[in-house]
């Protein structure tokens, strides 16, 4: 990199947002509906009460701001929010990727806020036609091109995606700090002519996927919890006290050697921030698989010698929702912000399942 790149760099942040529906009374319910009588909880899998879906519009949001290559996005999300947009919601606490409450998707790959640099994540601007046939070729499809677009996990046929030049009229006129303007015919202050280099810089950042979007990139993570409670993340010991020859309480015997701290200790440093689950591709809020968060912390106290209750836990993953939706894709190991492996720790489960079923 270059040493006028290292005192600063244009980089448009480009953010996906969602605006909730205002709430609405809803009409009376008619008894005669057929599915008037549907219990909560029906999923096939019987993992959690259905929810409602939240309606709302999404739109894209680019911002063009000068950053220096070792700032965090974090920083810039920060610096936006105060001196540009206050409108944007994000979430985050300690800023040092030990809460986990950060988890986004940047440039498509799940990770926190707080750790992901500039430097890392900025990449040059492509053209939209050659960009849209270079995910056709790998299977996919463009995102944020069209209108009238909708997320069925969050929001109705009504959600559509505006680019920034159609929402401009939403912001005040602090807008003007990075190019939006209300007439999208004006090019002089396009957010790719104002002081862009002629190749700018991008870094696309969305909600965590798998999770239902509550407003701009914060998601709801309850369902998530849900499940690492639903799996009891607590040790369960006998209640008996080993005790002494002369009646006292033998402390010793709830030492554990090396070898056995090490089995747990790296699985203990789960944050549960939700990046090994937003790049899960069964994962879809715990609904068909429990994911791999909750079975992380269950895996740390199966793998703990202190814990008493070990054949109960493996019948608690060992169902449908469990372990056992797992395909073994390993994508959940590719961004843990705490080095967990895991893919290989899903294995493990899975292998252990089976010894204890057979």
Known sequence: ??????????????????????????????????????????????????????????????????????????????????????????????????????AVSINGTPTLLCTAKIEDYARPETNQTDGAKAMANKGFRPTGTTKNVADDSISETNAETISANDTASRIDSTTSNFGNTNDPNDQSNSPTSQNTPSN???????????????????????????????????????????????????????????????????????????????????????????????????????NDSRDNATDERLDAIATADGITACQSVRACSRECPRGIDVGEEMWQLTERVKNHQS
Do not use: W
Request: charged share 25%.
């Open 1 to 102: 990199m270059s040493e006028d790149a290292m005192h600063g760099m244009k980089v448009t942040i480009r953010i996906q947002r969602f605006t909730p529906a205002p709430e609405r009374e809803h009409a009376r319910r008619h008894s005669s509906s057929p599915f008037g009588g549907k219990a909560r909880g029906s999923s096939p899998f019987g993992s959690s009460p259905s929810r409602r879906r939240i309606r709302g519009k999404h739109f894209t949001q680019d911002y063009n701001i000068e950053a220096h290559p070792g700032q965090t996005v974090l920083d810039i999300l920060l610096d936006i929010k105060r001196n540009i947009d206050p409108t944007l919601e994000f979430r985050y606490s300690c800023g040092h990727g030990i809460c986990g409450s950060d």
């Open 200 to 302: 700018p810089t991008v870094i696309e950042i969305a909600p965590l996927p798998g999770f239902p979007v509550l407003r701009d990139l914060i998601v709801d993570i309850d369902q998530m919890m849900n499940q690492i409670k639903k799996l009891e993340p607590y040790l369960k010991a006998d209640g008996k006290l080993a005790r002494t020859k002369d009646g006292k309480i033998d402390m010793f015997e709830y030492l554990q050697k090396p070898e056995e701290l090490k089995r747990y200790e790296l699985l203990s440093n789960c944050i549960s921030c939700g990046v090994c689950e937003g790049s899960c591709p069964v994962y879809a809020g715990g609904e068909a698989f429990i994911g791999p968060a909750a079975l992380i912390a269950s895996s740390r106290f199966i």
